[in-house]
């Protein structure tokens, strides 16, 4: 019903910037609320940022001040603007939405690796 494709992975050395994007496709209408998660070698998987139709956004005290969480309604593009970055933003990073919290529709995740 829908489908999200992750791209804007990469290599980049600390302090560096990246912007991920996740274009939704299919029926993206029953979309209200997209978010990024993210999951390092031996951690568990943790919601970075997320925003709602109403344009609330949260994000996880770790990435405050450092990434941005843009939308473009016109494109069904998320975005996750990653600024100073640092190596502990090593992971793999998700896209996700529903209509409601859990997700219903994820990614398959782009690699995102910050050298020091």
């Known amino acids: 019903q829908v489908q999200l494709v992750e791209s804007g992975g990469g290599l980049v050395q600390a302090g560096g910037s990246l912007r991920l994007s996740c274009a939704a496709s299919g029926s993206t209408f029953s979309i209200n609320t997209m978010g990024w998660y993210r999951q390092a070698p031996g951690k568990e998987r943790e919601l970075v940022a997320a925003i709602s139709s109403g344009d609330s956004t949260y994000y996880a005290d770790s990435v405050k001040g450092r990434f941005t969480i843009p939308r473009d309604n016109a494109k069904n593009t998320l975005y996750l603007q990653m600024n100073s970055l640092k190596p502990e933003d090593t992971a793999m990073y998700y896209c996700?939405?529903?209509?409601?919290?859990?997700?219903?529709?994820w990614g398959q995740g782009t690699q995102v690796t910050v050298s020091s």
């Open positions: 996700a939405a529903g209509p409601r919290a859990p997700p219903k529709y």
